[in-house]
């Protein structure tokens, strides 16, 4: 298989990290990753926009070919629901607008698959994805989960082809 | 003073209501309203995307000037809030990309502005819209909604100019 670029989306009003990696579906290899801010003091309809500009460019620049997302834990307050809600619908549109397509993980599925275990804390996943891509710097910790959220994706998508193979061999399991 | 054209928007995810009206500041003149929905059985990105082109080609062809959204409800299971949230942040971000200055009102605020007590229930509110703008037929409820929304924001405009006007005149209220 050739390579394909995901991007990790980790989405947040004030601050949506995102984080951009190569797979030929064994080796990882980090390509950029970073975060896009809104103005806490500007209106929402501005600090959306503001969400979607910072995420249209960074699609636009770097061509990811696949999307992952963390799917939120929403047992929280409402209002922070809402908000979250409204800046994860923007983190969904502007691959949807690219034509890509979007995967979702649990919490749990992407510490399982970065860590090995489904209740690593943040520490931990961070060291991984430190240990998975040396090369990345994040700028800050939600850019860091983005990372680990589309590690998460070629993980899932490297079984999902092992089990093809397998089934393609005629072995059952 | 010239015409006014505002947008009403009442967002959801499988359906979000729109109403345009022209006010010049007394009268209301009712322009159009419709709802855009959303493929139920399509992932959320590709929901979102239906959202997104719909309402930018209302936007296209009837050019308002500004847009008016209720402020969400919150109170409900967490999970709807998150979906409604993601709705609305396409139904806010869409205005904002078109250089529209948006307000938000609650629903109570909507209520009294149209039915004149805050807490008119939902058919009195329709009852209202249709009083008021005679020449609409909503196509659902949510379309309904929307012109209500509308309406209050021509009414708050309304207000603010003749507090405006009796500043200037030196009345000490």
């Not at 390579?3 to 995102?18: A, C, E, Q, S």
């Not at 510490?111 to 943040?122: E, I, N, P, Q, T």
Request: with cysteine; glycine share 10%.
């Amino acid at each position: 298989m050739g390579t394909l670029r995901i991007i990790g989306i980790d989405p947040g009003l004030r601050r949506t990290g995102w984080g951009v990696i190569d797979t030929d579906g064994v080796r990882l290899g980090f390509v950029a990753c970073g975060s896009v801010t809104s103005d806490a003091s500007g209106s929402l309809g501005h600090r959306l926009r503001q969400l979607f500009d910072g995420l249209s460019e960074v699609l636009a620049e770097l061509a990811p070919a696949e999307a992952a997302i963390e799917q939120t834990f929403v047992n929280r307050d409402a209002v922070a629901t809402l908000k979250l809600g409204q800046a994860r619908g923007i983190a969904m549109l502007v691959p949807a607008l690219a034509g890509l397509t979007i995967a979702e993980y649990a919490p749990n599925a992407v510490k399982k698959s970065v860590v090995g275990a489904g209740h690593g804390d943040k520490t931990q996943i961070r060291a991984m994805v430190k240990c998975l891509l040396p090369r990345a710097v994040p700028d800050s910790a939600d850019a860091a989960d983005a990372l680990a959220i589309a590690i998460t994706h070629a993980h899932a998508r490297s079984w999902t082809r092992l089990e093809a193979r397998v089934a393609l061999a005629g072995i059952t399991p």
